[in-house]
């Protein structure tokens, strides 16, 4: 697919797909004169920038450098990841991080956030701790969903966010590729840190096994372990902002470059279902490895796509077809219907003769997702799988279904 027919799809599907309007907290409290030189849409990694515990040499066109504020001791994912994305905007790139609790430097600073018990974007402070505070993304700008409780990272987000992504990406503030990402960086990224910092379990009840590998735990590794000798931090939240910069600019670029590009491509395979069967439950795509699940479910939704669709066919490395089950939700391992009770745990010449169809590969015994050699088979597959009279009994219903 060419540059510029790629462009003029992505153009038309987030004119359809993207929200109405944007959050304009950012452009009301920090408005600015439009960037230049946003017209490439090549993701642009900036060199790493590291804090310096000494003091900043006076910039001679500000007069002063700016000071970013933030508490002292032991360091949180929440607020390194705030430091982090307010020294990539041009006016905070040369600041310093001042880590201290003392009121009287806090005050001197030009912006401060998870400390200094206020909230309040007029005058750059953006803290979380105080009893009063139950600001959500939603609280804050009404047409966003989350309404996970905010921390200094949610905070800065929030205000700055578009800002921040349009000189990351390389992008107009009006592109509306802008606004999706804006939500899906937030959703899959920066409200888990709100939620870790602020205490909010992920599921209700015990959880079923612990997850140790998270951002904000593998943060909290760099603090000094209790009984080292040596209990300054300052050269771990150096070591922090750097994990924080490393996660999120990956993490950008996927979305930018992988995950943008494959909701073009689900799109597209929606809009041609009845082509590959009459039901419209069954959706092909041309090649593997889209991340297809997440915009599936969205695109449905927006787009009220009905009946939803059951299987996603696509090829694998080796040229071989795959059938897949569309999960029932986002967050779950249950699908909107299973491959056949009767064909799980199968495998090619025994699957085949249960089936009644040539070239089977296997079927997985979760019955989630199954194989044959050619596309023909897979759908054949699909379309015996979508019968109601071997869902309901289990078997298989040979060669005359």
Partial sequence: MSVHRFALKLTKLTSLLAPNKSCSISQKI??????????????????????????????????????????????????????????????????EIIRTRDPEKLAECDIVVDVGGVFDPTKHRYDHHQRTFTETFHSLCSEKPWVTKLSSAGLVYVHFGHRLLVELMQLKPTDRELEVLYDKIYENFVEEVDAIDNGIS????????????????????????WNSKDQDTEEGFKKALKLVEDEFLDRLDYYKNSWMPARVLVWEAI???????????????????????????????????????????????????????VPAGRNTFENRLSLPEEWRGLRDEALSEVTGIKDCIFVHAGGFIGGNKTLVGALEMARKALNPAIQSTGEGCGKDC
Wanted: charged residues 25%.
């Fill in 202 to 225: 992920q599921c209700d009840g015990e959880p079923r096994y612990t997850v140790s590998t998270t951002l904000s735990t593998r943060v909290s590794y760099l603090n000094p372990r």
């Fill in 271 to 325: 809009q041609n279902r009845a082509h590959n069967d009459s039901s419209g439950e069954i959706i092909m795509f041309t090649e593997g490895g889209y991340p297809w699940k997440e915009h599936l479910l969205e695109l449905e939704k927006k787009n009220n796509v009905d009946p939803p669709i059951k299987f996603v066919i696509y090829p694998d490395q080796n040229r071989q077809w795959r059938v897949q089950c």
């Fill in 30 to 95: 920090h408005s600015q004169p439009e960037s230049r030189g946003f017209l490439s849409a090549k993701f642009s990694r900036p060199e790493p920038r590291y804090m310096s515990t000494e003091a900043k040499r006076v910039c001679t066109e500000n007069m002063s450098a700016k000071k970013i504020g933030t508490h002292n001791g032991t360091f949180h994912c929440d607020e390194v990841l705030a430091c982090f994305f307010l020294k990539q905007l041009p006016e905070y790139k040369d600041a």
